[in-house]
Structure formats: structure tokens, C-alpha cells
């Protein structure tokens, strides 16, 4: 895809950072519920979703493929604890300067 997820970090940050869960929390979410679930829209040709999912689909689909209680994914797991990474940096600094 030709969109820089980096552009998203301050939103993504901002929005997990509002939620009601913890920073290993939602780390766990991203890792064994939303990657578990989406990954495939990277392999998709000749263009993946862009527009985003509806929201029964999406909630089916997280239920279907978790993850919870075995390891972390290994297809495209690098790529995500990489954007993790930024994003989590991102999530710690909005919380603290909320106090």
C-alpha cells in the first residue's frame, strides 16, 4: 500500500491512549486480535480494504482468528512490533502529560 502509516501514529496514539486499557493490554490487542484478524488485508490483490471494515464484520472475524493463549503471529510480527514500537512511545507520552 502507498499510505505511510507513519502519519497515523499521533491518531492511533491519541485514540489508544483515551481507552480504558493499560499499555500491555494493548499490546496484546494489537498482537493476538487485531493482526490475527487483518493481516490478510496486506496480501490482498489487486488492492486491499482502505476504506475500513464494518464494525459485526470486524468483531466475527477478531472472535474467529484471536490469538490469545499462543504465540504471537510470525507473519508480519516484525512489521507491526516495529510500528508498535513509535506508537507505544507515543501512547506513554499522552498519558503522562495528561496527569
Not at 512489521?79 to 506508537?87: K, M, R, S
Request: glycine letters at 2%; hydrophobic letters at 40%.
Amino acid at each position: 500500500m502507498d499510505t505511510d502509516v507513519t502519519l497515523s501514529y499521533d491518531f492511533i496514539a491519541q485514540r489508544c491512549a483515551e481507552s480504558k486499557y493499560n499499555i500491555d493490554e494493548l499490546e496484546n490487542i494489537l498482537f493476538n486480535e487485531v493482526l490475527p484478524a487483518l493481516r490478510f488485508n496486506m496480501f490482498i490483490l489487486p488492492a486491499p480494504e482502505w476504506a475500513g471494515f464494518q464494525l459485526d464484520w470486524l468483531v466475527k472475524r477478531v472472535l474467529a482468528h484471536h490469538r490469545f493463549g499462543k504465540r504471537k503471529p510470525w507473519i508480519l510480527r516484525r512489521y507491526t512490533q516495529d510500528h508498535w514500537t513509535h506508537i507505544r512511545q507515543k501512547i506513554q507520552e499522552i498519558r503522562q502529560n495528561a496527569k
